[in-house]
């Protein structure tokens, strides 16, 4: 009898102890098969931000209901990367219809304001000035008819800008001097093309005329770290302090006022569109010592 009893208690013991193990061994596996998909779709879930929506196909290999949850959340992550590329591109085409017709108001602008001088001046004089003016239009024409959008080198940039100067100092007849300061090592810096133009030309109409005496117009280029800056100076009539805080509030708001005109804004706003709300223009002025413009871009070389 205590034999028996004995074998009954280490059955029993036995028995009780394989049910406690095979019933730890029923939960790690269905813990296991449980928290290995949640575990995969949550790594999924953090890393969506930085891998760009991507697809995931090991959320999807399990065959139970986080399958369908694995699945529905590549859709979803699909669909975002999707709407992500084409607001994208909405916004590249936004930008470059933008710039378009900001360029196209400075073209008809700048043509008249130049078919303006050659008509003043075949008025007044006949001379060699009528030619040389004709000259410096034919090379602008050219250059318009090129397009306007691109970028080209900091030299030739301003090579356009003296054609335009020569014919300015014809119609005022060589009332104010033109002066550029380009170290070598910029002249091969890239810039939108026609984007220091209209900021002589404020000079010229804002600065040096309202004053009635010779002045000085100066373009200085400067390479600073990562940034082009290049500084159009003269030492006209100026601005009070006020006008200049208007101007920038005007300028960063992208409204067009009577100082700035079609120039000024289109200018600044060209440069945002095209590198970043950092960049643009900067102004400074006192009354009766003249303005400073101050035109900040990235450092791009072309010569690379």
């Known amino acids: 009898m205590g034999r028996q009893a004995n074998s009954f208690v280490i059955s029993l013991v036995f028995i009780v102890v394989l049910v406690l193990a095979v019933t730890f ?5 269905l ?34 209901e986080f399958a369908g949850i694995g699945k529905t959340l590549n859709e979803m992550s699909t669909r975002i990367q999707e709407l992500l590329e084409i607001t994208g591109q909405m916004y590249e085409q936004k930008q470059r219809q933008e710039i378009a017709l900001l360029q196209s108001q400075v073209n008809p602008h700048f043509l008249y304001n130049t078919l303006e001088s050659i008509r003043w001046m075949a008025k007044v004089q006949k001379n060699k000035g009528i030619e040389e003016m004709t000259r410096s239009l034919s090379n602008l024409l050219k ?37 550029v300061d380009m170290p070598g090592n910029v002249a091969h810096a890239m810039i939108l093309k026609f984007s220091l133009q209209p900021i ?19 373009v200085t280029c400067r390479h600073e770290g990562d940034v082009l800056e290049i500084i159009v100076e003269d030492d006209g ?22 100082f700035s005109g079609i120039g000024m804004s289109n200018v600044h706003e060209r440069l945002r569109l095209t590198y970043g709300e950092e960049y643009g223009l900067a102004v400074t002025s006192r009354p009766g010592q003249g303005t400073r413009v101050t035109i900040t871009v990235p450092w791009e070389d072309g010569d690379v």
Request: aromatic share 8%.
């Open 25 to 29: 061994g029923l939960i790690v596996v």
């Open 237 to 258: 009539v100026g601005m009070e302090e006020t006008l200049v805080d208007s101007l920038q509030k005007k300028l960063k708001r992208n409204s067009v006022s009577q």
């Open 31 to 64: 813990s296991h098969s449980i928290t290995r998909p949640v575990n995969r779709i949550i790594a999924h879930i953090r890393r969506m931000p930085d891998s760009g929506f991507s697809y995931d196909a090991s959320i999807e290999t399990s065959k139970d």
């Open 143 to 179: 250059q318009l008819s090129k397009g306007t959008d691109e970028r080209i080198f900091l030299a030739n940039e301003l090579e356009l800008v003296r054609d335009y100067v020569a014919i300015q100092q014809i119609r005022y007849v060589g009332t104010f001097d033109f002066i």
């Open 200 to 218: 002589v030309e404020n000079a010229i109409y804002h600065g040096i005329e309202p004053s009635g005496e010779f002045g000085t117009i100066t």
